[in-house]
Nanobody, 120 residues
Framework: QVQLVESGGGLVQAGGSLRLSCAAS????????MDWHRQVPGKQRELVAE???????YYADSVKGRFTISRDSAKNTVYLQMNSLKPEDTAVYYC??????????????WGQGTLVTVSS
C-alpha cells in the first residue's frame, strides 16, 4: 500500500559528500514523521536524523554539523545531505516514514536500504 524507494548511496573517500533520497508512494493521507537510520554488522540500528510534520529536526550527536535532513512535502520525499564523511559513517542507511492511511494510524514503513561506504 505504501512503499519507499531509496537512492544515492555509493562509495566515497573520507571528506566527501553524498545525498540520499527517499520517495514515498501509495495511499498516504498524512506523513507524521520522516527519518533516517543506519546499521552496521554487529550493531543495533540507530537513528541518524528525523524531521517531524511540524518541520522540527533531530540529529544523532555523531552527525551533528555534518548531516542535514530535509523534505519536499509536495513530492513526499526526504533527503539526507551528508558532508565531511568519515569511515565510521559506513553503513546501510534506511529511511522510514510514519504515515496515516485510510486504514491505519501511525504506520511505520521502511525503505529497502542503501549502502554508503566511506574509504580512508
Amino acid at each position: 500500500q505504501v512503499q519507499l524507494v531509496e537512492s544515492g548511496g555509493g562509495l566515497v573517500q573520507a571528506g566527501g559528500s553524498l545525498r540520499l533520497s527517499c520517495a514515498a508512494s501509495g495511499s498516504i493521507f498524512r506523513i507524521n514523521a520522516m527519518d533516517w537510520h543506519r546499521q552496521v554488522p554487529g550493531k543495533q540500528r540507530e537513528l541518524v536524523a528525523e524531521i517531524t510534520s511540524a518541520g522540527n529536526t533531530y540529529y544523532a550527536d555523531s552527525v551533528k554539523g555534518r548531516f542535514t535532513i530535509s523534505r519536499d512535502s509536495a513530492k513526499n520525499t526526504v533527503y539526507l545531505q551528508m558532508n565531511s564523511l568519515k569511515p565510521e559513517d559506513t553503513a546501510v542507511y534506511y529511511c522510514r516514514i510514519v504515515v496515516v492511511t485510510t486504514t491505519t494510524r501511525d504506520l511505520a514503513v521502511w525503505g529497502q536500504g542503501t549502502l554508503v561506504t566511506v574509504s580512508s
